[in-house]
């Protein structure tokens, strides 16, 4: 064993649920080194880094197997103030600063510095005064060890994010007994030069003995700084490799790893029709955390086209875009018909249909029964299932009986597991609400099917089912399918084409039989790059 | 089956308000045979009150199942269902007749109000229940002083000495009054049950079973249960919360009206002011949630409210004699029901 690491953690394993979410994970990090941590969507990242900080979510679903070995000892971290007390810091994606505070308030909060009055000398510690000057004088070491000059009695909000940034790094390394530090993808909101600054602060902290962690999609920053790289994949340790050893083409190699199996054996002659069944040009689509900046893209008749590529980068936005879900600009064109962006209506009335990734939100109406949340959008929008009340043509009821045949045909034939069509969606599995979905979207006839995460939180089992489905669909009724997907391995086992997009751009379009390397590449937003220096 | 776990299984099945209240029905009936109180006479009267207070109840349906909650501002449509009914006395008009043009003058008035509150509830969303209140608090108060300064001249209405302004109380005899109650009345042991009310009752119950099966009906339903979905779908949310609360407010007109001519007094002023609260026990009663009723809820909440109040009064009035004990409780259960409710509802979010 060797002594000198900081942080062990010994063949980790976590389930939730039953599924194993990491199967024996082994990490090493040494004092004063930069450690990167690289994965996709699901690896497990987060996960691990759960644990390091006992968050409750992994005690409160049965722990974990495995050891945590810190400064030499084996610890047991069951609370984040267990790992606040050991000297584990965190620096969070998403910003903890109270925006109405100044930046030292921020820097010291909870553990303000703080002087005797005659007045607590009588009533207690609680109302002892702040010892601004000390506390400000912290603030500012704790700034300039970033290489950051601004002045630290500014409040939180009105900084560039950039310096939100910097103020929640100060805040850990204020902390006197910080050992490690983890950074969770610290770059994703920071523009590149506010990175760069950043990057020198991490390597300077190194400098000082702190040990850092550090969580990214983007692996030229892994390469310019890590002294070593662990990569994960679906819950394992797949590689690790020192600064020396590592390439960008290992490591997107490595991330994203040959697990596929392809459900047809060959990409799709109708990828070679050229018939272009929607035409997206200048899309731009404003979903926050999704945004899609200005795609065009082609979809051709009766493919399977995949939008694959990691959570956050836009592949989401595309589909919600284009069926009005999100307000967007652009044109999009089926066949030589523009179609009016912004419009749900316009867009199921011109043949689309789109079963969402937001199911529990969107797709479906959970008290309401199976039989209606199937019938409801074809009726409202194609006029289906209605009839005249009394011969009165003015007034259009539902027509209970076509509707209930209709659910029960549906049931079969998509396999719903349910007690019966008036049963409300609610109660049903996560995997038999998704068909619910789909079977609504089929009832409109679509021409161009839109499916978004179709097998999010769905069990193996299911998962196989609904993207057999998708097949079905497309070979059998020749409809158009767009599969957006953060699985890369499941849009790889069904799609003709798969186009990855990489901060609301199309990085590139693959063949669902390239190589690892190019989607790792794509994945990361180096495929362009990469054919431009080729 | 041990009595906990019937118990259990009573209140998962009807919830916990409707269980209680049938209990405490029960107890009251049970009390009222063992002081030999005129049973028949009770059924009756609380048939009469049943029917008179029906279609309040009911217009609690659109507004829960469109997505804008239960509807406290039920007293807007209820004013003009009262204007509505005196300008039926302004036009010298009697009987039948005159109820029923009060019933289709109060429609396109209610139909304005509802637009006008409907316009105001699209624009603070998640929060219609409050403001709904307020605005309906703010309403009364506001025509307290139309009530005054309207342009009525008949002499039935205005006050007798000065002969400005509306009375707060304006009797119905000789105009509407019981015009619905009597009509097929059928004697009763003495009583009379006011068969006409009641088929008018639920004859609106039909046509609101109907709408709700329409493809309106059924698109409102939608954008009640999860708008985002409905937005998803192709279907106008506001459109169909508007819809909702116009005719939510159209049946609070009428709903007033048929009160008025049961009651046999149009009351002005204040009176319409905790209104809308009776009719949202009534229906929450009947197991209806802010988030979804049906006609079910409506007529089993109004049969049990307002058969309790009719009952408990004389009961309770003859176990205690303590001033007015029974309206105390009647204060209790309608505001406790409301109250449970609202935290089921996690604040009409």
């Not at chain 1, 500014?154 to 103020?167: E, T």
């Amino acid at each position: 064993m060797d002594a000198g690491f900081l942080l062990e953690l010994r063949n980790i394993e976590k389930e939730y649920f039953g599924n194993r979410v990491l199967k024996g994970v082994t990490l090493n990090v040494k004092p004063g080194e930069i450690h990167a941590l690289v994965g996709e969507n699901g690896a497990g990242k987060s996960t691990l880094m759960n644990i390091l900080f006992g968050m409750p979510v992994i005690y409160a679903t049965g722990g974990i197997k495995g050891q945590v070995v810190f400064d030499g000892k084996p610890v047991e971290i069951k609370s984040p103030k267990a790992a606040l007390d050991l000297g584990i810091g965190m620096v969070h994606q998403e910003f903890m600063l109270l925006p109405g505070f100044t930046i030292t308030e921020n820097i010291k909060l909870n553990r303000e510095i703080t002087k005797h009055n005659p007045i607590s000398r009588i009533m207690g510690d609680s109302l002892k005064s702040l010892d601004v000057p000390a506390m400000r004088k912290d603030a500012q070491k704790a700034l300039q060890t970033l290489g950051m000059n601004v002045d630290d009695w500014l409040p939180i909000a009105g900084l560039p994010v950039g310096y939100m940034q910097f103020v929640e790094i100060a805040r850990e390394i204020d902390k006197e007994n910080i050992k490690l530090l983890v950074f969770d993808e610290p770059t994703a909101v920071l523009a590149e030069s506010e990175a760069d600054k950043l990057l020198d602060a991490m390597k300077k902290l190194a400098a000082r003995g702190i040990a850092i962690l550090f969580i990214t999609h983007r692996l030229d920053e892994v390469l310019a700084v890590a002294n070593s790289i662990t990569v994960l994949r679906d819950g394992e340790k797949v590689g690790f490799m020192t600064q020396e050893e590592a390439t960008i083409e290992k490591i997107a190699e490595m991330m994203v790893g040959r697990k596929i199996e392809r459900i047809t054996t060959t990409a799709k002659e109708a990828a070679d029709n050229e018939e272009i069944a929607l035409s997206i040009r200048n899309l731009t689509v404003t979903m926050p955390g999704e945004m899609v900046k200005n795609i065009s893209l082609d979809i051709k008749k009766g493919e399977v086209l995949g939008l694959g590529g990691l959570a956050g980068q836009g592949k989401i936005g595309i589909a919600n875009g284009i069926m009005g879900l999100y307000p967007s600009t652009g044109e999009v064109y089926k066949g030589k018909e523009k179609l009016a962006l912004n419009s749900p209506r316009t867009a199921i009335e011109n043949k689309l249909a789109f079963v969402s990734e937001d199911r529990r939100g969107v797709g479906l109406l959970l008290d309401t029964s199976i039989e209606y949340n199937i019938a409801m959008t074809a009726m409202q929008i194609r006029g289906k299932f209605l009839k005249s009340f009394l011969g009165i043509q003015a007034i259009q009821m539902a027509d209970d009986k076509r509707i209930r045949a209709h659910a029960l045909q549906m049931i079969k034939d998509l396999d719903i597991r349910c007690t019966g069509p008036t049963q409300i969606t609610r109660r049903l599995s996560g995997g038999n609400q998704q068909k619910v979905c789909v079977a609504r979207a089929l009832t409109m006839e679509p021409e161009i099917l839109f499916v978004s995460e179709p097998t999010r939180g769905i069990d193996i089992g299911a998962k196989k089912l609904v993207l057999d489905l998708i097949v079905k669909l497309n070979r059998e009724l020749g409809m158009t399918v767009v599969v957006t997907s953060s699985e890369l391995g499941e849009l790889r086992s069904i799609c003709d084409r798969i186009a990855i997009v990489y901060e609301g751009r199309i990085e590139t379009v693959l063949s669902p039989l390239a190589s690892d390397l190019d989607y790792g590449l794509a994945m990361a937003g180096k495929y362009s790059t990469r054919e431009e220096a080729v | 089956m041990n009595p906990m776990a019937l118990w259990k299984k009573l209140t998962d099945k009807y919830g916990f308000p409707k269980v209680c209240i049938s209990l405490m029905l029960a107890i009251f009936f049970i009390g009222a045979f063992m002081q030999k109180q005129d049973v028949a006479a009770m059924l009756a009267d609380s048939t009469v009150r049943i029917a008179m207070n029906g279609i309040l109840v009911l217009a609690m349906v659109p507004s829960i199942v469109s997505g804008t909650g239960l509807n406290f501002g039920l007293s807007l449509g209820i004013i003009t269902g009262l204007l509505a009914g005196c300008i039926a006395i302004e036009l010298d008009m009697r009987g039948m007749s005159a109820f029923l043009w009060a019933v289709v003058m109060s429609i396109p008035l209610s139909a304005i109000m509802g637009y006008a509150y409907g316009w105001i509830l699209n624009k603070v969303k998640g929060d219609e229940m409050t403001v709904g209140t307020y605005l309906g608090f703010s309403v009364v108060s506001l025509m307290s002083i139309g009530w005054l300064l309207l342009p009525f001249k008949s002499p039935e209405m205005i006050w007798a000495i000065g002969g400005a302004g509306l009375r707060t109380t304006i009797a119905l005899s000789g105009r509407y009054a019981k015009v619905l109650d009597d009509l097929f009345a059928i004697p009763f042991f003495g009583s009379k049950l006011p068969t006409g009310a009641v088929l008018f009752f639920a004859l609106f119950c039909l046509l609101m079973w109907l709408f709700l099966k329409s493809k309106t009906g059924v698109a409102m339903a939608a954008a009640g249960d999860n708008p985002k979905f409905a937005a998803a779908s192709g279907i106008n949310v506001n459109r169909q919360r508007m819809i909702g609360t116009v005719i939510s407010t159209v049946l609070g007109g009428i709903g007033m009206l048929v009160y008025a001519q049961s009651f046999g007094f149009l009351q002005l002023y204040q009176a319409p002011l905790m209104m809308p609260f009776a009719a949202t026990a009534a229906v929450l009663i009947g197991g209806a949630s802010a988030r979804k009723a049906t006609i079910a809820h409506v007529v089993s909440g109004t049969i049990l409210f307002q058969a309790l109040l009719t009952v408990s009064l004389p009961v309770i009035n003859a176990a205690m004699n303590v001033g007015n004990l029974s309206e105390i409780i009647r204060i209790i259960v309608s505001n406790g029901v409301i109250l449970y409710a609202l935290t089921k509802v996690g604040g009409g979010h």
